[in-house]
């Protein structure tokens, strides 16, 4: 065997063009860790963080229209792929332009949240073209291991209020750590009974009446996606686990580090039917629907506000499921396009909110009580008016990115008869637009005499403002971004 054969695979150099994004994030991340060893420099860092990500999204959107190249043992960076790695970087700089505002005052070294946000956008990209269970789990852990890192980065800071950014990592830790164990078992079931770790192995599961070794296996991995995803009943962590993680790190969880999860999620199904045996599909149902309900209603219980998006998150990762269980059913390419324009109006709409909270907050202060946000039209009009958007378009209102997703989500629904789901769906954004209204009737009343004054951060407020355009453009008019999913998905 040549260092370039593997298991038949013989790879040339011109193999090495789809993974050129990867190894721009790759040389990214040795660059920025060797920068750090030399010279502490923030601004330089950061340049270098945002320069990295930047040519590796450049990249894959110059790969993007391109034809699918050959599939390799642990990758395809396919059109589906490398569409989700332009967003990934691009997420990746929104969050450090964010953060840039959020550590201005921070009382420690700052560097390292920059080289453990490349880390995890790594370990996202691999994620994208995971086709392997090899690299799901290499992907898994880059990103997971960097992310313990950034909920408790301000653990040494003398200004920190309180302990809850080490309370938030160890809790993500320890149950990240059994939900990977999980999917490792339910592997290591598949490998015995196909002998294959390949996706594509999935598709000689036997698939007999009962519950057997197929459907234990697959009902292992679904429940370790499913703390992944922070889905009913496996959710307990995610409220606490936002409220305690500074604001940057929970916008970075909140966004990549949910929709890596899903990439590979819809792959498995689409590319496998296997996951269309009976009872995972009745699991998967109940996910959705459970999800759906127990977010909204728990977040109506809310009045912190980054407890309101965990909430709210839950109940988006089961409207997602819709069109998952559609793929069980559905012939043809709606369900990847409905999870495909929804995670990315769900992403748009996330990092703004949590773009707005960093903002406004610092490592020595959060500001995520509704109340902290009472009078805000009437001293940051355009930062409101951007927020209120972000809000709107999680509700799902129309002249919104939101709205054309959960348009696609029923279209999808529908074609499946989902209509116990689709109902659910439908009830649950109700309830959503009345916890989203609140933060707004707060925003538009008298500012109180002792409101706390509002920081100004320019990179964060660019990245908010162009966010909320992205918002209603593709709100309004989303044809291009549709065309754009539908060549993917096809």
Known sequence: MTPLEYAGYTMSAGDLIPLLPLLAVTASSIWVMMAIGVKRNYPFILGSTVGGLLIAGLLAMNLLPGPAPDSMPLLTMDPYAQFFTVLICALAIGVSLVGHNYWAEFDDQREEFLLLLLLATLGAVVLAGANHFASLLLGLETLSMSL????????????????HALESAVKYLILSAVSTAMILFGVALVYAETGSLSFAGLEGLPAGPGIGISVVALLLISAGVAFKLSLFPF????????????????????????????????????????????????????????SIVAG??????????????????????????????????AEGP?????????????????????GVVSLLSSDAQERD????????????????????GMLLSLAGIPLTAGFIGKFYLVLAGVESGLWLLLAALVVGSGIGLYYYLRIVYRMLLPEPADAPELREGNAAFSVVLVLFMLLVLFGVYPASLMNLIQAIAL
């Open 369 to 388: 009580s509704i109340s902290d946000y009472q009078g805000m039209f009437w001293r940051r009009p355009w930062l409101a008016a951007a927020f209120t």
């Open 296 to 329: 909204n209603l728990l977040a109506l219980l809310q009045d912190n506000l980054k407890r309101i998006l965990a909430y709210s998150s839950i109940a988006h990762m089961g409207y997602l499921l819709i069109a998952i269980i559609a793929a069980f059913y």
């Open 148 to 163: 313990y890192g950034m909920l408790a980065y301000p653990v040494q800071s003398e200004r920190a209020p309180n302990g």
């Open 334 to 354: 709606i369900s990847v396009e409905a999870v495909s324009f929804y995670l990315f109006a769900y992403v748009i709409m996330t990092l703004g909110a949590f």
């Open 235 to 290: 959710h307990i962590w995610t409220p606490d686990v936002y409220q305690g993680a500074p604001a940057p790190a929970t916008a970075y969880l909140a966004t990549i580090g949910k929709i890596a999860v899903f990439i590979v999620l819809l792959r498995v199904v689409v590319e496998t039917r296997t996951l269309g045996i009976a009872p995972v599909a009745v699991v998967f149902s109940l996910l959705a629907l459970l």
